[in-house]
């Protein structure tokens, strides 16, 4: 029976499962420029480690690898502007001081356990976009959709449709008319 045992924790572990989730806070994040922005990295494990690996990118570009053994931070900096915190069980975040609008992209956390098991785990992502102070005419919806776009379609639908109305009304009185 006791090999039985041994057999179901192999396999589990030998599936990846052992319990290594990362969460990511927000999906879509608008910002101003010169803002400061927070992102979340929620790391949650169902066994103990004694040594994590995390990587940041933004739009697959590596901008820091801390890690975190038994439970502190070796690195506090991250890119140009980036400060990194952690506060145990699990949540990281990644703070960006003054942004700009070259600091829009795709920004994604990895975490890595190292010691005891080996084990890679990545966030869905944070897409950031970065607008102008005081809005501008490529100002943008919470969604990260173009607003501008948005707005000249919904004119074009409403002429479309104004103008069908208006061939109907002169179709009509031209029918009746004529009979």
Not at 7 to 20: D, E, K, Y
Not at 70 to 95: F, V
Not at 118 to 144: E, R
Request: aromatic share 6%; proline share 5%; glycine share 10%.
């Amino acid at each position: 029976m006791e090999s039985l045992g041994t057999a179901l924790v192999l396999l589990v572990q030998f599936w990846g499962a052992t319990g290594l989730r990362v969460q990511q806070e927000p999906k879509w994040l608008r910002a101003t420029s010169g803002s400061r922005v927070t992102l979340a990295c929620q790391v949650i494990q169902s066994q103990v480690w004694e040594r994590l690996r995390v990587e940041w990118t933004k739009d697959g570009v590596s901008l820091c690898e801390p890690h975190i053994t038994n439970g502190s931070l070796s690195l506090e900096a991250c890119g140009p502007r980036g400060q990194l915190s952690w506060k145990p069980p699990g949540n990281l975040t990644l703070r960006l001081d003054h942004v700009s609008l070259n600091d829009s992209g795709d920004y994604v956390c990895s975490v890595t356990e190292e010691i005891p098991n080996l084990n890679m785990k990545q966030g869905n992502g944070t897409q950031l976009l970065v607008v102008k102070d005081g809005g501008s005419p490529n100002q943008t919806t919470d969604a990260g959709l173009p607003l501008a776009p948005l707005v000249a379609g919904g004119v074009a639908v409403a002429a479309i449709a104004l103008s069908a109305w208006v061939w109907g009304r002169c179709r009509s009185r031209r029918e009746d008319s004529a009979s």
